[in-house]
């Protein structure tokens, strides 16, 4: 799953409308931060094997340290200690904590049986990569929901509050979009310069919310 997550990201604004929007978008995408440098680590592997669902091209043979959910559950405290002690702000790390956790759920909703609830578990996966349309139509729903939670529970404080916000909203579908449509990576390792782009994804998301502010309930 891909904009589903940052679909979370922008709904959890609604649980802490006073943290910034960069933060949310780090906590979904937390997981997969994480998961580059258990790759270079050795730690973790996965395959490019085209074929292997009927969306996605990547094989996730091995990755209990970053995608079981026990340690989903063990991240999403570490961050969410984390921007507590920086903020002092409890609805912001719940939202934090919530984001991490919920990166396991909705990988478990798309992907097949790949996903451990510990190392060394069975593997469990709904399976919804399968199916292209039902992929989808179901991040295309959850990304417009997502957007519209936020826009009801911010307001722009000037240009850059809009432009920004949606300039990150189309480089969001136009990656998705092209990830759809285009080839496969070339190797694993090309999955490293991944990293870079996510966190192109939080600053533009930091800026923006920047420039926006909660509105009062």
Not at 9 to 35: E, H, S
Not at 141 to 160: N, P
Request: charged share 10%; proline share 6%.
């Amino acid at each position: 799953m891909f904009i589903g997550h940052f679909a979370v990201g922008l709904a959890l604004k609604r649980v802490a409308p006073q943290t910034n929007l960069g933060w949310l978008i780090a906590a979904v995408c937390f997981l997969d931060l994480l998961w580059p440098l258990f790759l270079i680590a050795g730690l973790e592997t996965v395959e490019i094997d085209p074929g292997n669902t009927a969306f996605t091209p990547l094989n996730f043979i091995s990755y209990p340290y970053t995608h079981s959910l026990a340690m989903a559950v063990v991240w999403s405290i570490i961050f969410a200690g984390i921007y507590l002690a920086v903020t002092k702000y409890r609805s912001g790390a719940i939202a934090i904590g919530l984001g991490v956790v919920s990166h396991w759920f909705l990988d478990w909703v798309v992907h097949r049986a790949d996903l451990p609830l510990y190392p060394g578990s069975e593997k469990y996966g709904l399976g919804v990569w399968n199916s292209v349309p039902a992929t989808l139509v179901l991040e295309f729903a959850m990304f417009g929901v997502g957007l519209w939670i936020y826009l009801k529970m911010t307001r722009s404080l000037d240009r850059i509050g809009t432009y920004v916000l949606w300039i990150f909203v189309a480089i969001l579908l136009l990656s998705y979009i092209g990830n759809v449509l285009g080839p496969p990576p070339p190797s694993a390792s090309a999955l490293l310069f991944f990293t870079p782009v996510v966190w192109l994804y939080i600053a533009l998301a930091t800026w923006t919310d920047r420039h926006r502010q909660a509105k009062a309930n």
